[in-house]
């Protein structure tokens, strides 16, 4: 298990190598550059100041030798500065909005767990009756409805209809001058709609594969055989079923750790949450490299790190794994 731990984890900075050239090669491929979106607005911007504004960003050199310079800065952890306007670190930019986006999804994330494992134990519990039947319609509707339509529906719903909650941002006009506990209740105001069309959005299929999985293992041999001995059915379901059931669900969990930067670039943009998800849609839109580049390799950095401690939470699950026997 130690010896498979350690090429795991060697076999990380390839990986990573070859997404960020991929990446890298990808962005600069699509329709646009910076200087062009910098300057399509202004009709003073002459050919030669295009000109000096490409080779102030690096962009005239050749693709390998940009890359080779901005893996060269990565190695020390620079990178870079943003081609927007204020031409700030890239870093600084990331270091303000992280917070925002990481306890949004943090929030959502522990409702989703927390809601979507009890509804597909009780789905797979009471299997072929009203209730998995019900819960099957939700699922359903859950998988149809597109997410970022039903974020709008709500916001004219609840914001501007029914005016109860709020629609855009994370703080009230003035909130700064507000008590400590109106300002939390305000901010938690504000993050309703966003984390409840989150949770919805992946509840059914997180719900719908705890169903599937806690089906097979209740039609398993060592089940029956405790439900012969007269083994309490909350005992049969909640410790001997569960843990084995939960492996599948333990490797979601290491996928959903990328999504805790990467997974609200539709609702922060919806929402006007100043998030990592609004920029990086705004750095896309601008072909901000070096921003783009930026979040992309955080990003990169949690899916690697996410799979790898999936496969951790595996092994402390299952013995076998620990043993080298599965």
Known sequence: MANYL???????????LGITLITFTVIHLAPGEPVEMATAMSPKASAATRARLREFYGLDKPLHVQYGMWLSNLSRLDFG??????NRPVLDKIKERIPITISLNVIALILEFGLALPIGIMAAVHRDTLLDRAISVFVFVGFAVPTFWLALLCMYLFGVKLGWLPISGIHSLGSDQWSFFWRSA??????VLPVSIATFGSLAGLSRYMRSTMIEVLSQDYITTARAKGVRERVVIYRHALKNA?????????FSLPALIGGSVIFETIF???GMGQLFYQGVMARDYPLVMGILVIGACLTLIGNLLADLCYALADPRIRHGRG
Do not use: E, N, Q, Y
């Open 246 to 254: 939960l492996l599948p669900v333990i490797t979601l969990l290491g």
């Open 186 to 191: 305000d901010l938690a105001r504000h993050l």
């Open 6 to 16: 350690i090429k795991r984890i060697l076999m990380l900075v390839p990986l990573l």
């Open 81 to 86: 500065r943003s081609f927007a306007p204020d």
């Open 272 to 274: 006007s949450i100043p």
